[in-house]
């Protein structure tokens, strides 16, 4: 569902279309640290609620351990 905001030409050039998208990051620098979901800065955006698209609790926590497990691509 984020695609739907972040594709090309996005805000703050952050694509999310792809995995290799969303590892490249954007203008910013990188958004998912893979093995630190605590340090990714998607984690702390979504966490912090001020996202104007926030995740649900489970969402997040899926996020969360897709990150902490290394964010394999499959």
């Known amino acids: 569902r984020c695609g739907a905001c972040h594709k090309t030409g996005s805000t703050y050039g952050l ?3 792809s995995f ?4 490249r990051g954007g203008k910013a620098g ?6 630190d979901s ?3 800065p998607l984690v702390l955006l979504q966490a912090s609620g001020t996202h104007y698209v926030t995740l649900s609790a489970g969402e997040l926590s899926k996020v969360q351990q897709w990150i ?4 394999p691509e499959k």
């Open 15 to 17: 694509v999310l279309i």
């Open 68 to 71: 902490d497990a290394g964010a």
């Open 30 to 35: 990188a958004v998912i640290l893979p093995g």
């Open 38 to 40: 605590a340090g990714s």
């Open 20 to 23: 290799a998208d969303a590892m």
